[in-house]
């Protein structure tokens, strides 16, 4: 019965708040099947309301179609089980943490409270990439041949497993995580695939940077284990301008933070030239790549009456890497997330 009273939503669903019903956390409630019917009914392309691109349009990405999508991804069958595990983990203890974050009266810095009301969020998160997604990242980084990368928000390890498992033997990944009983499963899936070498956590206490130096570990402070902290820390040590790829997918309120700390990190292949054969300041960056990943946040950021400080945080976001012109920029779209969870408009829109 839920069904059908669902489905004639998914009929008006073209209507802005019919959208909006369908985004309600109840269709969270609803067995798969059902959210898959109650979805069904969208059409197949999407045409701009923009009439100055000429009706141009793009494919929806309907359940049936990346069903499809996902039919056609190569997934290592050690990932295939990382996958299969990390969907069986609960998330209902994490509101938990929210309220006891707001009692702690020590708790000052901006990051550490943001990350712990992440928490919160992550029931309503599609939490890891999709097998398509980690297909694009892995290949984007065997594009550009990338040696040491980092990840910001590795979770149970899967996009940080993929990536590694394509580095070269001399790569290096730097992992940062906040929470340590996720990177206990992400370490027992780096030692599964034979990666575990080519990965340094950046954990809580302390953090392995020994990329440069692999038999000479570095130690360094890391107070809660944030990732501002990490990336702070691998500046300070010397690391700046010497990796050459970054996936972002953390506190979406730190982004700006973590992309200008990465912009330093991140190799700019520095070509230093002028006419008279020496070098000048002008300066062209190359070569390296920062993948965001959410940029679409739900699809909020594209509703002016959504205003919530996570969208507007990642709208303002997006405006400014438009109008940074020390970077090349790309929003892709990719998908809606393994999930069968159909409720939520695609928000794995990246920037590169
Ligand atoms: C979306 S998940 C990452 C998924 C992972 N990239 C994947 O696709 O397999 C985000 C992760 O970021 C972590 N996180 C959130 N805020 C953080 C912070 N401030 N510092 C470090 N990690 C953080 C969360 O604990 C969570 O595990």
Redesign the pocket.
């Known amino acids: 019965r839920p069904l059908l009273s669902l489905r004639s939503f998914s009929h008006l669903r073209s209507h802005e708040n019919s959208r909006r019903l369908l985004s309600l956390p109840i269709l969270h409630l609803l067995p798969n099947h059902a959210r898959r019917l109650a979805t069904r009914a969208e059409p197949s392309v999407v045409t701009s309301e923009d009439d100055s691109y000429g009706g141009k349009q793009v494919i929806n990405l309907t359940p049936h179609l990346y069903d499809y999508v996902l039919s056609n991804v190569r997934e290592h069958p050690i990932l295939r089980k990382l996958r299969e595990e990390t969907s069986t983990m609960p998330g209902s203890q994490m509101q938990v943490l929210l309220l006891v974050s707001l009692f702690l009266p020590h708790v000052v810095e901006i990051?550490y409270m943001?990350?712990r009301m992440?928490s919160f969020d992550?029931q309503l998160?599609i939490?890891?990439?999709s097998p398509d997604q980690a297909q694009l990242l892995v290949m984007l980084a065997q594009i550009i041949g990338a040696q040491r990368c980092i990840?910001?928000?590795?979770?149970?390890?899967?996009?940080?497993l993929a990536i590694a498992m394509v580095l070269p033997e001399t790569g290096r990944l730097v992992a940062?995580?906040?929470?340590e009983r996720?990177l206990e499963i992400a370490k027992k899936y780096y030692t599964r695939a034979g990666v575990a070498h080519k990965v340094a956590l950046a954990q809580k206490k302390w953090v392995n940077f020994g990329s440069k130096m692999p038999s000479k570990p570095l130690l360094v402070d890391i107070k809660h284990?944030?990732?501002?902290d990490s990336l702070k820390s691998l500046i300070q040590h010397g690391e700046s301008s010497s990796f050459d790829f970054a996936?972002v997918?953390?506190?979406k309120r730190?982004y700006n933070e973590y992309f200008e700390l990465l912009l330093r990190l991140v190799m700019p292949l520095l070509i230093a030239a002028n006419d008279r054969g020496g070098f000048s300041s002008l300066q062209v960056r190359v070569g390296g790549l920062i993948i965001i990943d959410n940029v679409l946040w739900h699809g909020k950021v594209a509703d002016p009456q959504v205003n919530d400080p996570k969208t507007a945080s990642i709208r303002n976001f997006n405006r400014k890497l438009l109008e940074d012109q020390r970077i090349s920029t790309s929003m892709v779209g990719t998908n809606r997330g393994w999930h069968d969870d159909m409720s939520e408009e695609s928000d794995r829109l990246t920037w590169m």
């Open positions: 990051e943001l990350s992440y992550m998160e939490l890891f990439v990840e910001v928000g590795v979770y149970t390890g899967y996009s940080s940062c995580e906040r929470d996720c284990g944030l990732a501002v996936f997918d953390a506190e730190m």
